[in-house]
């Protein structure tokens, strides 16, 4: 006879994870538009370098380092959401497996968010990203209000 063991919560992990996810495409626009300036990325005033640099590099390089700042920008914003679903979802007791199971989602949301914001250069495409925008935030605001659910009815865990 097996027994079950319980489900290990990662779901705390996801949240420097999803920080990390936010700040990682600042990697790429630092490290292309360096080599694409000649070196004339500023470190010392980083929120000017755009505005100094349109036209100083390739103008494809400019818009795909832009959408992957924009990418991390939107990931910081969104990054409170979601660390706010996980704490409160814990804070409620739902079990391990629900909440990693969205956090990790979230977490793939996130990564395939930031690839397509940085490749996406049409309209028709665009679309794709804004729906996996929108599917990523339906997650930590489930987290939210199935937290809010079980808190409110103890009853509506399911174990």
Known sequence: MTSLQPVQDLSFYCIPAAFLLSV???LY???TMMRASNGQWSN???RQNFERLKGKVPDEV????????????????VFPLFAAGVIGAKMAGLPAGEVNTLSLAFLALRALYNVLYTTTSSEATSFLRTATYFIGISVPTWLLVRGGMA????????R
């Open 24 to 26: 990682s495409p600042v």
């Open 29 to 31: 626009v630092s490290a």
């Open 44 to 46: 010392a005033l980083p």
């Open 62 to 77: 400019w818009k795909r380092s832009f959408r992957a700042y924009s990418a991390s920008q939107n990931g910081l914003e």
């Open 151 to 158: 808190l409110n009815d103890p009853a509506s865990l399911v």
